[in-house]
């Protein structure tokens, strides 16, 4: 079956503008997470959705938003860019609760310039 | 609060040594513990989980409670396991994940 589909791979935008970051789970998977990996900081939680509720919220500004749909599909929103948001970002689901383990997608390159 | 402490950023061994890369962790429950692999040009990959105790690619990891460790071993290195390794926690009841800083592991042949 498909893996995480993480659109799109590549962004550039401006310091002070807002970019969306889309992510398709597993079929069948109601769980899923952001992250941010910077080689500063590893990888660092932003927040998990399950059945389009905000389960988790890590230590980021509120700048960071993010949602889900009925279908599972998952949006996170970075608004007013920042230098150092640039990074990449991953998203990862899971079937629900319990040690299943994360299917991690390949990520959006995201430059801020 | 809970912490994943992965000691070595490098890691370099000889094709067919033995591999041991560290966990340690911090956390007043009772976590779940993972190991993620990441391969050149590939994405973050599930290894393995200590839940299952299984054994992936000649990889195996146990958990030690007392000394709040999960480190990864495998008795003979390969050159297709250099990767960068993350040990990640999840707490009790919780989906979302703690990784370590990782480790890159690089087997020399």
């Known amino acids: 079956k498909a893996g995480v589909t993480q659109t799109p791979r590549y962004l550039i935008k401006t310091r002070g503008q807002q970019v969306t970051l889309s992510c398709s789970p597993i079929?069948?998977?109601?769980?899923v997470s952001w992250y941010q990996q910077t080689p500063g900081q590893g990888l660092q939680f932003l927040f998990e959705?399950?059945?389009?509720?905000?389960?988790n919220k890590g230590n980021f500004p509120g700048r960071f938003s993010g949602r889900q749909f009925s279908n599972s599909r998952s949006e996170m929103n970075v608004s007013t860019l920042e230098l150092g948001d640039s990074a990449l970002y991953l998203c990862?689901?899971?079937?629900?609760?319990?040690?299943?383990?994360?299917?991690f997608g390949s990520g959006t390159r995201l430059t801020v310039v | 609060a809970q912490r994943v402490t992965q000691p070595e950023k490098l890691l370099s061994v000889f094709k067919g040594a033995p591999v041991e890369l560290k966990c340690n962790y911090s956390?007043?429950?009772?976590?779940?513990l993972f190991w993620y692999v990441q391969y050149s040009r590939q994405r973050l990959q599930l290894l393995l989980r200590?839940?299952s105790r299984e054994s992936i690619k000649g990889f195996t990891a146990d958990l030690n409670k007392g000394e709040t460790s999960f480190h990864l071993k495998k008795p003979f290195a390969q050159e297709e396991d250099s990767a960068m390794y993350y040990c990640?926690?999840?707490?009790?009841?919780?989906?979302?994940?703690?990784f370590g800083t990782g480790t890159r592991l690089t087997v020399i042949p």
């Open positions: 956390y007043s429950g009772s976590p779940e």
């Open positions: 990640a926690l999840a707490r009790t009841g919780a989906n979302n994940l703690f």
């Open positions: 959705y399950f059945s389009e509720t905000q389960r």
């Open positions: 990862a689901s899971s079937p629900g609760q319990g040690s299943y383990g994360y299917t």
């Open positions: 200590h839940i």
């Open positions: 079929s069948g998977h109601r769980s």
